[in-house]
């Protein structure tokens, strides 16, 4: 993995906070949804259940072939997402439901050709939101650093890969052991309720609008592109 190049405190949070919005959609919340936190706001997730994203060191046909035998379902096309490894199944129908999603990451989890599988979501033109391992974290202030240590070894399974993210003090990017990303999503929700955390927020995969794109000429450094 390449070192992330220094830059300053501020441009890597903007950055941050500038892909976290590409993902806070304008749908009502409802208790059955799947959601993250926009710092202490709980916002909606889209759930599709078409497609499923993944990271493997299988080539397309092989992860076509693997899908189909394990899920009985039929797979559309496979393309490459990004990320390392990191692949876009779309189904020819949708599964059933939401349990039918679930059930399906669960199964898919337990086959060691996977390192993570995470469901898929949408923003409002329809265009794949995923997850990733990482969550990206950041205490209250310095005297909660410890407190959010605690929090992190009781709610999280996984490892701490850096406690200064884009340099700032206090910010940590979690790495979570669960192959299911409903799982890692869950335990984020977790940190996220908890007192010693500003926010704590999946690190999304998304596609930005290039409409959008800003005018800080820095953008193109940005860790998350």
């Given at each position: 993995m390449q070192a992330t190049p220094r830059r300053s405190r501020d441009t890597v949070r903007w950055s941050t906070i500038a892909v976290a919005a590409i993902v806070a959609l304008a749908f009502p919340v409802r208790a059955q949804d799947d959601a993250y936190h926009y710092f202490k706001e709980r916002r909606i997730l889209k759930l599709d259940a078409k497609r499923l994203a993944m990271t493997t060191s299988r080539d397309a046909e092989a992860t076509r072939d693997l899908i189909e035998r394990t899920l009985a379902a039929r797979v559309a096309r496979v393309s490459r997402w990004f990320g390392k490894d990191a692949l876009l199944v779309e189904f020819m129908e949708?599964?059933?439901?939401?349990?039918?999603?679930?059930?399906?990451?669960?199964?898919?989890?337990?086959?060691?050709?996977?390192?993570?599988?995470s469901p898929v979501f949408s923003d409002a033109p329809g265009r794949p939101i995923t997850l990733s391992r990482d969550t990206l974290a950041r205490a209250v202030n310095p005297s909660e650093s410890a407190a959010a240590v605690e929090a992190i070894d009781a709610h999280w399974t996984g490892t701490i890969e850096d406690h200064a993210f884009g340099d700032m003090e206090h910010a940590y990017r979690l790495r979570t052991a669960h192959r299911n990303g409903f799982s890692a999503l869950a335990e984020t929700n977790a940190l996220a309720g908890h007192s010693a955390f500003m926010f704590a927020e999946p690190d999304f995969v998304a596609c930005a609008d290039p409409c959008l794109i800003p005018n800080d000429p820095l953008f193109a450094g940005q860790w998350a592109l």
């Open positions: 949708p599964l059933a439901d939401r349990a039918a999603v679930v059930r399906a990451i669960e199964f898919l989890a337990k086959n060691g050709a996977f390192d993570f599988i």
